[in-house]
């Protein structure tokens, strides 16, 4: 009952958030005018974006399949995908992307894969996605001068709060993970805190989930150490997604046929959307990313900014949406399929 209130009132808001962002982005304008415009793109550059989204979304069934073999668990890539999908469609619907990983752990719960496990490895997905965030975020803000001063002079806070909250995230998930017992300390102090000044209720409930949780943060801590090879590759392979979604924009660009901007300017750009709303608890960075497209990429695409920025987020967050959805469907019914074949197997 709980989880199907949470998802109503999740429903309700990620609708309500996209209703005011298209109210926010096209108040005033030409629709019109702007579907002419979009209408001119090449259609053939718009369909390498969905393929990098494609490429984006079976990037991580790649790290999970490559992880799982490390702890000897023999997993088609097709089935992988299915996992990749679940958790990019839940990421994308809820609020800070925090949908996902429980319903990747759910359906690998369903090929028999033993939920510390999964969740070893989709904490180590996690760690990495956000670490070359901090990364190209950190380049950006110590070698990009010329770049920051010819692009995001206008959005700079945002992309400093973005920034620091995801090293923060960075930072402390290392601490959980390699100084637990120093991190459990922390945290039960914490909540003793918030219990005496009645901000929370007195429960024994809480500290054994924070107990059961701080052993998953050991357990990958003991993996890290005994496989800093896969980790290397993991952030190699996690790099490389990353930058193929942000290409996405790239594809638009062509889409338009314009020239005048090099394609690691742009690819940089849309970076800097994802580095400064990956923290906030918006679902997608719904709002704030059409906010900022607006802002950044004014000089890059000039009289069809609009259109580009439709077009960009369309194939970057809403053909992703889509795509994950589809195969959120596929792999419902696939386990349901293999559901009533296994029982019927057993009556036999």
């Known amino acids: 009952m709980h989880n199907k209130k949470k998802a109503v009132w999740n429903g309700i808001f990620l609708l309500a958030v996209f209703l005011l962002t298209i109210y926010g982005v096209f108040y005033g304008e030409d629709l019109g005018k702007m579907l002419a415009v979009v209408k001119q793109a090449k259609i053939k550059w718009l369909i390498s974006g969905v393929f990098l989204v494609l490429f984006f979304i079976w990037g991580e069934s790649i790290i999970i399949w490559y992880m799982m073999r490390s702890f000897h668990i023999d997993l088609k890539k097709r089935i992988c995908f299915l996992f990749s999908s679940v958790g990019f469609f839940f990421s994308c619907i809820t609020p800070s992307a925090s949908g996902g990983q429980p319903m990747q752990i759910y359906y690998m719960k369903k090929e028999k894969i033993p ?3 999964s969740t070893v490895i989709l904490m180590i997905v996690t760690i990495t996605y956000k670490l070359v965030l901090v990364v ?3 380049g950006i803000l110590a070698f990009g001068g010329a770049f920051k001063d010819c692009y995001l002079k206008g959005i700079l806070p945002v992309f400093y709060l973005g920034l620091s909250l995801n090293v923060f995230c960075v930072s402390f998930m290392t601490l959980l993970v390699f100084h637990p017992v120093l991190a459990e ?8 805190w918030l219990e005496r000044v009645h901000f ?3 429960r024994r409930k809480r500290r054994k989930k924070l107990t059961d949780a701080m052993e998953v943060y050991r357990k990958t801590a003991e993996y890290l150490k005994h496989h800093k090879k896969i980790i290397v590759i993991v952030i190699f392979i996690t790099f490389v997604q990353r930058l193929a979604l942000f290409g996405v924009t790239g594809a638009v660009y062509r889409a338009f046929g314009m020239s005048g901007t090099g394609m690691t300017d742009i690819v940089f750009l849309q970076a800097v959307i994802s580095v400064s709303v990956d923290m906030l608890p918006l679902p997608g960075g719904m709002g704030i990313s059409e906010t900022l497209f607006l802002k950044i990429f004014l000089p890059v695409f000039g009289p069809v900014l609009l259109p580009a920025m439709v077009l960009s987020r ?4 809403y053909s992703q949406l889509l795509i994950s959805a589809v195969f959120t469907v596929v792999t419902q019914f696939y386990y349901t399929m293999k559901h009533q074949a296994e029982n019927v197997n057993e009556i036999s």
């Open 136 to 138: 190209i975020g950190a």
């Open 185 to 192: 300390k922390i945290l039960l102090k914490g909540i003793e």
């Open 115 to 117: 939920i510390p496990v």
């Open 314 to 317: 369309g194939l970057g967050y």
């Open 200 to 202: 929370m209720k007195q």
